[in-house]
């Protein structure tokens, strides 16, 4: 069974970096699309960004131009790189694969003076 595995969450003024990482353990990473969603405290979970297994990228409107997912199949691990980080995106950030509907346990990212 495949287990997606985050980190790289924590604790960022606005304005600042974030990089986080997800790590697919099993095989067949690269033939799979990936993405990241989050989820603020009483809201719904949300897609941030996917990435198909050939590369192509969506984006939320909310984080189009700031962040930035990308694989490496090599590694399999997707990342999500994120800039000029908001108050707003304050979220518990998910790794997630579509094949199965797998899910990670979840990285939580606070952006805050």
């Known amino acids: 069974q495949v287990q997606l595995v985050e980190s790289g969450g924590g604790l960022v003024q606005p304005g600042g970096s974030l990089t986080l990482s997800c790590v697919a353990s099993g095989s067949g990473f690269s033939l799979y699309a990936m993405g990241w969603y989050r989820q603020a405290p009483g809201k719904q979970r949300d897609m941030v960004a996917r990435?198909?297994?050939?590369?192509?990228?969506a984006y939320a409107d909310s984080v189009k131009g700031r962040f930035t997912i990308f694989r490496d199949n090599a590694k399999n691990t997707v990342y999500l790189q994120m800039n000029s980080l908001k108050p707003e995106d304050t979220a518990v950030y998910y790794c997630?694969?579509?094949?199965?509907?797998?899910w990670g346990q979840g990285t939580q990212v606070t952006v805050s003076s």
């Open positions: 997630y694969r579509w094949y199965r509907s797998t």
């Open positions: 990435i198909s297994s050939d590369g192509n990228t």
